[in-house]
């Protein structure tokens, strides 16, 4: 049972952190940002943060990574034929459910090139299920 509540504790963690990202990248640019402004405003010590993540760059992705994480398994549970209908919606809802973060990420003030790296996942994984798929 122990290590169930330590597993929902880390989550709870890593989650706090994560919010608290979001929130200073709403004000901030990303290399203004500091492990201590992070651990400030999620009332955690920097050893708790570095328990997780080497730095806020690699705290952002993996927040990115999470994001491209959903967008696959969107495609992957998407037929090809229903790629030009049901996949715009499933991309559109997870926009939604994530909508602070992609304001952020999809922001001029971000430096990586998010727009890229979305349509290279996209295009690797169709490809992927295209060539499994005959």
Aim: aromatic share 8%.
């Amino acid at each position: 049972m122990a290590g169930v509540k330590g597993n929902r504790r880390i989550l709870y963690t890593k989650k706090i952190i994560k919010e608290s990202l979001i929130d200073l990248l709403k004000h901030k640019k990303i290399h203004e940002v500091t492990v201590t402004d992070i651990c400030k405003k999620s009332d955690i010590n920097r050893g708790t943060f570095y328990t997780h993540y080497k730095d806020t760059y690699d705290l952002l992705k993996s927040l990115e990574d999470e994001l491209f994480n959903q967008i696959l398994e969107y495609i992957e549970e998407t037929p090809v034929e229903e790629y030009k209908d049901v996949l715009l919606l499933k991309a559109l809802e997870l926009i939604e459910e994530n909508k602070e973060l992609c304001q952020i990420l999809f922001s001029k003030q971000m430096e990586n090139n998010i727009m890229d790296r979305i349509i290279y996942v996209a295009s690797k994984s169709k490809i992927d299920k295209l060539v499994r798929d005959s």
